[in-house]
């Protein structure tokens, strides 16, 4: 863009902007997880971040068709919030020697994560549906959903069994 003009002036800018940031969040989860699945003790939970690591391959395509459907070419922008939000992560994880207090902090730590997810795909779901682009819409609500049923077992899974673990273990 020129000298006197931004890069992002409309709605749709916004829009691809977005899908630009979300594309290079997704793509940054896809090397977290593996390290998250790495350190994971609990069997569960290590099965948990797996499925979610093929799920997220699966929502990296998605992106790309809707890039395709929208006439234009998939590309990433870099996103500090997911760089802090998996530098954070790491660093917790780095300071916890025990295993199940650990499995505790990851949890919490991917829970930040799909929430920053959620928070990208409703309001791209809803640039969309603003734009007249209802099947761009569909497809980015299939991901949200597969995000918020993600953090749905994960809640359950750190309240039935995991942050209890995590309480027994003696000081
Ligand atoms: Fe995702
Ligand atoms: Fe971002
Ligand atoms: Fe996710």
Known sequence: MGLF?????????????????????EKQITKALPKMIEKATDPTLKAGFQTHLEETEGQIMRLERVFEMHDERPKAV???AIDGIIKEANEVAGD???????????????????????????TLIAWAKQLGRNDC????????DEE????????????????AR?????A
């Open 148 to 163: 918020k049923a993600t953090d749905e077992k994960l809640t359950s899974l750190a309240e039935t069994t995991l942050n």
């Open 5 to 25: 003009s931004k890069d992002i002036e409309t709605l749709n800018d916004l829009f691809v902007h977005q899908l630009q940031d979300v594309y290079y969040a």
């Open 137 to 144: 819409a569909a497809i980015l609500k299939e991901t949200l």
């Open 96 to 122: 916890i020697a025990d295993k199940a207090v650990l499995d505790a902090a990851l949890i919490a730590s991917a829970q930040a994560v799909e929430h920053y997810e959620i928070t990208r795909y409703g």
């Open 78 to 80: 870099a996103c500090p």
């Open 166 to 170: 995590a309480e027994n273990v003696p």
